[in-house]
């Protein structure tokens, strides 16, 4: 079955009490039992719900994954993720990583005695010299936000079962439409719901898929014990988004393709990152492991000063947090999403006062650089 084909159709079944083709919306926070430890396999809304269970089957599908589990945000996952281990542990995460999982890790599970290290995964040496005894989980982020590096999957999952190590990625920028880290020997896949699987920047979730049986009783029990589900109405628009979104990224990917080509060229731009260019030092390797590129761009504009000009005249683009919706988002991740980032880390990593990310819509493309293009004049 091809992956438009499950979109639509993972985990879906028309309703049986009445047809309905669309998934209901089970808005309930208990279940009546038929008698003591008889029940409809649902007993209480935190730990199940019919409509997420749905979205969280579907997931499991497009990922190749045995189990789905979905969560109220994309941090609400990840830090339950982590919950899966216990003080004293190490964990080894992506320098370029999204500026909340720095911060979940740095300013908060610190707190708590979980070690975070963040390192370059795409050197795989790196990655397998900075393996200690204590560490149990990798936690990649492949493409990165906002640099777009790319990490060797299968390298990557060789290592850490070799060393039996836990190993996570972070998926939201390339969704499972583009890559599907599962077949290359990863243990667990992560997505921000927010971004491309709803693709419409009108909910929040997070999910999690993964195949270990055992892992996977122990997620639930801490997605039970800690509350951070996703409500049922949020499950359906995510399960209503995914519907379209071969047909969204194949747009998306086509169209940022053109807009990198355009920065790349443009005289204004110092330094482009988008793996879809020749330029960019893993292009091969995100040819092998990617589908298509991504609608991911980032782009440098060499100062502070001609990032603020750039992101005021932007008329179609939209200045705002986030990516992945049908239209054209951009912003400043040094002052944004990575705000929580130490400056001196941000210019280690490429994170500058210059850098602009863009989450390239749907729309016209010739309309998106015609933006860029008055905007960068």
């Known amino acids: 079955m091809g992956f438009s084909t499950k979109a639509v159709h993972a985990g879906i079944e028309p309703d049986p009490t009445t047809g309905s083709i669309m998934t209901p919306v089970h808005l309930t926070s208990t279940y009546v039992q038929e008698e003591l430890g008889v029940n409809k396999g649902y007993e209480y809304a935190r730990v199940s719900n019919p409509t997420r269970t749905v979205l969280e089957k579907s997931i499991a599908e497009l990922e190749g994954g045995k189990e789905g589990l979905a969560f109220g945000s994309g941090m609400a996952a990840i830090t339950t993720l982590f919950m899966a281990l216990k003080a004293g542990d190490h964990i080894i995460v992506s320098r370029d990583v999204y500026g909340g999982t720095y911060r979940l890790g740095k300013l908060v599970l610190n707190n708590f005695n979980l070690d975070f290290e963040f390192v370059d995964t795409t050197d795989l040496d790196i990655l397998k010299k900075t393996i200690k005894s204590s560490t149990k989980m990798v936690f990649i982020e492949t493409p990165t936000n906002p640099t777009m590096e790319i990490t060797d999957l299968a390298g990557a999952a060789k ?109 204004k731009v110092k330094k482009v990152n988008y793996p879809g260019l020749l330029s960019h030092p893993q292009h091969r390797l995100a040819q092998k492991q990617m589908s298509e590129f991504g609608g991911m761009i980032s782009f440098d504009l060499g100062s502070l000063e001609s990032a603020k000009k750039f992101l005021k005249r932007v008329k179609l683009c939209a200045l705002a947090e986030s990516l992945g919706g049908v239209e054209t988002l951009i912003s400043h991740p040094a002052t944004m999403t990575h705000a929580s980032v130490p400056a001196d880390e941000r210019n280690r990593i490429g994170v500058t006062d210059g850098l602009v990310r863009i989450s390239v819509g749907i729309e016209d493309v010739k309309d998106i650089i015609a933006d860029i293009k008055q905007a960068l004049a």
């Open 159 to 267: 290592i850490c079962k070799a060393k039996k190590v836990i190993s996570v990625v972070d998926n939201t920028f390339a969704s499972p439409y583009l890559q599907r880290p599962l077949e290359y020997g990863i243990d667990i896949v992560m997505h921000s719901a927010t971004k491309y699987l709803n693709g419409h920047s009108d909910m929040l979730g997070g999910l999690l898929v993964l195949n270990d049986a055992k892992m996977i009783e122990k997620l639930r029990f801490l997605q039970k014990s800690i509350g951070g589900i996703m409500s049922p109405f949020e499950a359906w628009m995510c399960i209503r988004g995914i519907k379209t979104l071969a047909v969204r990224m194949d747009r998306a990917c086509n169209n940022a393709m053109e807009v990198a080509s355009f920065l790349s060229r443009h005289r």
